[in-house]
């Protein structure tokens, strides 16, 4: 079953129901004006929003502790200080890379 969002210039499909998961597509169109009187159609197909924002927060979170790690070493090695929690900053890396496995498995 398919939901639809109308309006004069803009049409959003979605899947519901027992059909829909989490990966579900959804399907947006929209109808401009161009030139002499001539409509553009324009389509996009892409995941749901709530995924592709859980994504982006997942990544912008390792990002960020990625950041935070390579600050912390370079400080702890201008003071020759020893960390024993360097192994983070590899381990960041793969978590980075298993969002993005997982993002493209879908």
């Not at 935070?68 to 793969?94: E, F, Y």
């Amino acid at each position: 079953m398919i939901k639809d969002v109308t309006s004069d210039w803009y049409i959003f499909l979605k899947i519901i129901g027992m059909y829909n998961h989490y990966w579900s597509p959804e399907l947006e169109i929209r109808f401009d004006e161009v030139e002499n009187g001539k409509t553009q159609i324009r389509g996009l197909v892409g995941p749901n929003t709530k995924v592709w924002t859980m994504f982006v927060f997942f990544y912008g979170i390792v990002a960020i502790l990625f950041i935070a790690a390579i600050i912390l070493r370079d400080s702890h090695l201008m003071l020759n200080i020893t960390a024993c929690w360097l192994c983070a900053i590899p381990c960041l890396v793969l978590l980075g890379l298993l969002i993005w496995i997982t993002a493209k498995a879908g």
